[in-house]
C-alpha cells in the first residue's frame, strides 16, 4: 500500500503527464493569491454543460486575479469527455466545448498539480447543493491533505480548505436556507403568476435522508406561497408521494411547474424528470391528472444561485473559515 507522502508524489506525477493537454494558466492569474478549485460531479451532457461554465465564468469575474480551475468528482464523466477527446468528428461537431473539458481532471489530481506549480494556498469550493456523501468526501480529502508534511515538518499546502455547499455544511442554517430561498425567486415567482404548483426535483441520497430538503420546502412556502413542493430521485418524497399529497389538498387539474434543484439539468433532469418514459416525473403527474411543464435549466445558470459559490469563496478569502 502507498504511504500517504507516496500518494502525493504519484497524484503530482499522473498531472505532469498531462500537462500538454491542459490549458497554461491565464495570464491575468497571480500566482501569490490563493488559487481556486471548483469541484462539480460533472455532466456529460453537452445542453447541460454551460451551467457549470456560468458558474466558472462567475467565479472569475468576482476573483480574476487568483488561478482558477474546474475539476469533475466523477471518474466516469472524465473518462467519457476523455474518450470523446480522441474523436476528431465529436470535437468538430461541438465547437462550443471548452478545450479544458475534455481534459478535465478529478479534484486529486487538480490539488497536486497546482501544489506542484508552487501553489500551496488553494480554497477548494464545492459545487454541490447539499452537504451529502460528495462533500463528505471532499472534506476528507482536504483534511488529510492539509495534514501532510515532510520528514522535516513542512506542510505540503500552506493552507488547503473547503468552501460550502449551496445549502451549507450541515442539515439547513437559516442564513443558507436564506441564501437559497432568495436565488430560486426566478422560478417561484414564474409557477405562482403563471397559477401553477411548483415542484423541484433533488437528488437526494439514500444513505442521507436530509432535513435540509424538508427546511428549504418550508421556507420556500413561507416566502412564495404554499404551492411549493420538494422531492428526490434516491431518497424521496417520489412524484407518485408528491402527486397523492396535492390531490389530497385541492385535487388534481392544477398545472405542474417542474424544475431541477440541480447544478446542471443533465441525465437526471432530462430522463428521470421530463422524458416521455412512462416512469418519469412528468409522465407520473401526468397520468394523476396534472398537466405538466418542464423547465430544463440547472441552477449554475441561474446568477443569483451561482452567487451563492462567490460568496462562500468570499468568506473563505477573507478569513478562511467559509462562515
Known amino acids: ?128 447543493i447539499t452537504s451529502g456523501e460528495e462533500v463528505a468526501n471532499l472534506s476528507r480529502l482536504v483534511s488529510s491533505l492539509a495534514d501532510l508534511k515532510t520528514e522535516r515538518g513542512k506542510a505540503y499546502f500552506t493552507s488547503l480548505r473547503l468552501g460550502d455547499p449551496a445549502l451549507g455544511p450541515g442539515e439547513g442554517e437559516p442564513a443558507d436556507i436564506t441564501r437559497a430561498v432568495a436565488a430560486l425567486q426566478p422560478v417561484a415567482s414564474r409557477s405562482r403568476d403563471a397559477g401553477q404548483i411548483l415542484v423541484l426535483m433533488a437528488h437526494g441520497n439514500q444513505h442521507l435522508r436530509q432535513a435540509v430538503y424538508q427546511r428549504l420546502e418550508d421556507a420556500l412556502r413561507r416566502e412564495y406561497g404554499a404551492d411549493i413542493y420538494l422531492g428526490t430521485v434516491e431518497a424521496g418524497p417520489t412524484p407518485q408521494e408528491i402527486a397523492e399529497t396535492i390531490g389530497q389538498s385541492q385535487g388534481a387539474g392544477k398545472g405542474i411547474l417542474l424544475a431541477p ?23 407520473i403527474f401526468q397520468a394523476a391528472g396534472f398537466p405538466v411543464e418542464c423547465l430544463v435549466s440547472g441552477l449554475g445558470s441561474n446568477p443569483l444561485w451561482a452567487d451563492i459559490y462567490v460568496e462562500s469563496l468570499r468568506r473563505q478569502l477573507a478569513d478562511g473559515s467559509g462562515r
Do not use: C, K
Not at 92 to 114: H, K, M, S
Not at 261 to 267: H, I, K, S, T
Not at 277 to 283: G, L, M, V
Open 1 to 128: 500500500m502507498l504511504s500517504r507522502l507516496g500518494l502525493v508524489v504519484f497524484v503530482a506525477l499522473f498531472g505532469l503527464s498531462l500537462a500538454a493537454a491542459v490549458p497554461a494558466a491565464s495570464s491575468r492569474e497571480d500566482l501569490s493569491t490563493p488559487a481556486i478549485v471548483l469541484a462539480a460531479f460533472g455532466t456529460s451532457e453537452n445542453s447541460a454543460l454551460p451551467a457549470i461554465l456560468a458558474v466558472r465564468d462567475r467565479v472569475a469575474a468576482a476573483f480574476p486575479r487568483h488561478p482558477l480551475r474546474l475539476a469533475f468528482t466523477s471518474g466516469q464523466i472524465r473518462g467519457i469527455w476523455r474518450q470523446r477527446a480522441a474523436d476528431p468528428a465529436y470535437r468538430a461537431e461541438n465547437p462550443d466545448v471548452p478545450a479544458d473539458i475534455y481534459q478535465i481532471e478529478g479534484v486529486f489530481a487538480t490539488l497536486a498539480r497546482l501544489q506542484d506549480e508552487g501553489m500551496g494556498d488553494i480554497v477548494l469550493q464545492s459545487l454541490h
Open 261 to 283: 434543484l440541480m447544478l446542471v439539468a443533465g441525465d437526471h433532469a432530462l430522463n428521470d424528470m421530463a422524458s416521455d418514459d412512462p416512469e418519469s416525473w412528468a409522465s
